[in-house]
């Protein structure tokens, strides 16, 4: 079993920068891809970004592409999405999701752990 705990979200104007925490814990916790997903009021959950176990390969949806960026920390558990240049289009609830690959859109997999979310409002 593996839990995820998200934090790091708020409100911030557009253009500024957050950084969102996935905190990892449980069993054989650094040995998952970790993916981040969001879903805006009304919208279905997108998965955005993914980044693999050992962080070597990272994934990044068009939507995002150039202005997010995802890392991990296997020392201590943790793994971060730095969101730059961010959009009133980038307000939505944003989940961290475990699974076995780091692709976790129609062409990968289903994560099979999730977080709780965490909000993310840009105001314009």
């Known amino acids: 079993q593996v839990q995820l705990v998200e934090s790091g979200g708020g409100l911030v104007q557009a253009g500024g920068s957050l950084r969102l925490s996935c905190a990892i814990s449980?069993?054989?916790?650094?040995?998952?891809?970790v993916g981040w997903f969001r879903q805006a009021p009304g919208k279905s959950r997108v998965f955005i970004t993914g980044?693999?176990?050992?962080?070597?390969?990272?994934y990044y949806a068009d939507s995002v592409k150039g202005r997010f960026a995802i890392s991990r920390n296997n020392a201590n558990n943790t793994v971060y999405l730095r969101m730059n240049s961010l959009k009133s289009e980038d307000t939505a609830v944003y989940y961290c999701?475990?699974?076995?690959?780091?692709?976790?859109?129609?062409?990968?997999?289903?994560?099979?752990?999730w977080g709780q979310g965490t909000q993310v409002t840009v105001s314009s």
């Open positions: 999701a475990a699974g076995q690959t780091y692709r976790m859109d129609d062409v990968g997999g289903t994560p099979v752990y």
């Open positions: 449980g069993r054989a916790r650094s040995t998952y891809a």
């Open positions: 980044i693999h176990w050992n962080g070597q390969f990272t």
